[in-house]
């Protein structure tokens, strides 16, 4: 079943974001347990999954549709077995147990018409840290979750850079900060899961402090750079060489490749990483940067740049970044 994007989402945020998402709400304001209640107002419904065969009509006995309850848009085909659950009832204990920890709740909201949903939140004071000659960085814990079958409950940790509105998921890092939680109907549990969570993730920060400190250190110079966006191995390279034209053919693909590249470039020479260039996160923040604020992404009924930051807050959030990924596996960050 296809999800769309965002056409049935609604976002409630501290303040003006760097993505566009046409059902954001600003309050101005660090977000409330009740704001994240009502945010996640709407329940599945389970309904039966029928096709027609032959002109006949069927139900289908191995999977049943989940839908939203507020306006019956499809969230999957799921086993029987499946048991759904609300949003609020994950999110609600894990709001409480951010603000009883010193996390100030910053975002909320469903991502693909409730396919997915998250809730962000600063870390507490003291766990920012501001790297000299380039920017000051935020930690923010993300809790993820799911209606699709694809994704686990999951809590995470992004950074957010001021100088250039990054974004990334801290896993490009080396450092891996997914906990994964059992979904579970006892409200005590649930908040004990995300205590416990919480408190890994302000150990991890340092450890992902530690680890953008050596990169901003770890030399990778512009010549490294560009063959790396060039490298044709496929499981690396980020846009690959430039594609041959044969004699009288059309030169489609290689404009659209000296595009990406054109924006690349703007990237990688933007002054947002003066201080950095020429090392291996300043390399990472160009790739990042391009797939979060270039990368043409296209979507029914959407606008491409409105796509493309939808899909830049489901790779923070989720850690599905495959550019930065490669970039990461290329420069030996990640194994």
């Not at 050596?214 to 690396?236: D, G, H, Y």
Request: hydrophobic content about 40%; some cysteine; overall charge negative.
């Amino acid at each position: 079943m296809g999800h769309g994007i965002g056409l049935h989402d609604l976002i409630k945020l501290k303040s003006e974001a760097w993505h566009g998402h046409p059902n954001a709400l600003v309050l101005g304001r660090d977000l409330t347990v009740d704001d994240v209640n009502t945010c996640h107002h709407w329940e599945p419904m389970r309904l039966p999954l029928t096709y027609v065969f032959d002109g006949e009509e069927r139900t289908s006995e191995n999977a049943v549709a989940w839908v939203r309850s507020d306006n019956g848009h499809e969230l999957s085909a799921m086993s029987p077995k499946y048991e759904g659950f609300t949003y609020a009832d994950n999110f609600v204990p894990m709001a409480e147990a951010l603000i009883e920890a010193g996390f100030r709740i910053v975002s909320t909201g469903s991502l693909f018409n409730g396919a997915k949903a998250f809730l962000s939140a600063e870390m507490p004071e003291g766990f920012s840290i501001d790297f000299p000659g380039w920017s000051e960085t935020t930690g923010v814990t993300h809790i993820g979750d799911s209606l699709n079958g694809k994704h686990p409950f999951l809590v995470t940790q992004s950074r957010r850079v001021t100088v250039c509105s990054n974004t990334f998921n801290a896993n490009i890092l080396g450092v891996d900060p997914l906990i994964r939680i059992k979904h579970t109907k006892n409200a005590t549990s649930r908040r004990d899961a995300a205590l416990a969570a919480f408190a890994e993730q302000l150990r991890l920060s340092s450890e992902i402090n530690d680890a953008v400190e050596r990169l901003c250190n770890e030399a990778f110079t512009e010549a490294q750079f560009w063959e790396m966006v060039k490298a044709e191995e496929a499981e690396n390279g980020i846009f690959g060489p430039a594609p041959e034209v044969k004699e009288g053919g059309r030169e489609t693909g290689l404009t659209k490749w000296g595009n990406k590249m054109d924006a690349m470039r703007a990237r990688y020479e933007g002054s947002d990483i003066d201080g950095i260039r020429e090392t291996k996160m300043g390399a990472l923040m160009a790739v990042q940067g391009y797939a979060q604020h270039e990368q043409v992404v296209r979507a029914p009924g959407v606008e491409p740049n409105v796509a493309r930051d939808i899909r830049a807050m489901d790779r923070e959030i989720f850690g599905e970044d495959h550019l930065s990924e490669r970039a990461a596996r290329y420069m030996e960050i990640l194994v």
